[in-house]
């Protein structure tokens, strides 16, 4: 697990010179999918299996728990499985983790875990996006609402109920309505940029990603309070680093 791109291809290339025929590389960082591919082509050479391993729960997974979405040769998934077991156990009760509900899920090969990935922080993006907007548009109505309070409430049994609003709750009861230690910059890490380009080299629409995209450039040159609330949720899952007002 290291920073995607070249400390990614670093690491890769160095362990390719000291590994056996049937040995594996396991990717558990944001790699983009296409990276993956290649890399299991450079590897394969020498026998030696590349596995790529999205992984979702932020730096609350080792508390309330955390998924792996895998890709890579069948074989050598198989010859890991009780170690990811281990990794991911079953949340769900007993009787519904015996039908196969567990912790991770293998998905093809070598590109297709961290392409499951890429796609669920796209979804991650429109969801934070529309908590953003909706807790902005509370703090400008007529009434004197409480946003920690809204956002505990919506998680009693709403419809809307989440992890990410249990977090936004968080972030509002240690900082206030107007999240005023915090400045409205907020950065991409560039899983939304990815998927919305493959989503264009399919012909797929995808408004919601676009939007909350670019709400995140905009933050950069005219923060705002939804920002804040952004920058807040990244914060609080991902422990990612944020700017506190008045700082440059």
Same mark, same amino acid.
């Given at each position: ?7 990614? =291809?670093?690491?890769? &290339? @160095? %362990? /390719?010179? %000291?590994? #056996?025929? #049937? ?5 558990? $960082?944001?790699?983009?999918?296409? +990276? +993956? ?14 596995? #790529? ?7 609350? $997974?080792? &508390? ?7 890709? *890579? ?13 281990? %990794? ?14 567990? $912790? ?19 979804? &991650?993006?429109?969801?934070? =996006? ?5 807790? !902005? ?11 920690a309070k809204i956002a505990h409430l919506w998680n009693q049994?709403?419809?809307?109920? @989440? ?17 005023? @230690? ?7 890490s560039g899983e939304g940029r990815w998927t919305l380009q +493959?989503?264009? #080299? ?10 909350? %995209?670019?709400?995140?450039?905009? @933050?950069? !040159?005219? *923060? ?7 920058? /807040?949720?990244?914060?609080?899952? *991902? ?6 007002? *008045?700082?440059?």
């Amino acid at each position: 697990m290291v920073p995607a791109g070249a400390p990614t =291809q670093k690491t890769v &290339e @160095s %362990l /390719a010179k %000291l590994l #056996d025929a #049937d040995d594996a590389i396991v990717d558990g $960082g944001n790699s983009k999918w296409t +990276d +993956d591919k290649a890399r299991s082509a450079l590897l394969r050479a020498n026998k030696v299996h590349y596995v #790529d391993v999205g992984t979702s729960g932020g730096v609350w $997974g080792l &508390e309330v728990g955390y998924c792996m979405m895998v890709g *890579g040769p069948q074989r050598a998934v198989r010859r890991l499985a009780p170690i990811l077991d281990v %990794l991911a156990p079953p949340t769900a009760p007993d009787s519904v983790a015996a039908l196969g509900d567990r $912790g991770w899920a293998h998905f093809g090969p070598s590109g297709a875990g961290h392409y499951v990935k890429m796609v669920h922080n796209a979804i &991650e993006y429109g969801l934070m =996006q529309a908590y953003a907007e909706g807790f !902005e548009l509370f703090t400008q109505s007529e009434f004197e609402l409480d946003n920690a309070k809204i956002a505990h409430l919506w998680n009693q049994g709403s419809v809307i109920r @989440s992890w990410l609003c249990e977090l936004a709750a968080r972030a509002f009861e240690e900082d206030g309505n107007a999240l005023s @230690s915090l400045e409205g910059w907020v950065e991409d890490s560039g899983e939304g940029r990815w998927t919305l380009q +493959d989503a264009i #080299d399919h012909g797929v629409p995808t408004p919601a990603l676009s939007a909350a %995209l670019n709400s995140r450039f905009y @933050s950069r !040159e005219e *923060g705002d309070y939804s920002a804040r609330v952004l920058a /807040a949720l990244r914060n609080q899952f *991902g422990g990612h680093p944020v700017r506190k007002s *008045g700082s440059t």
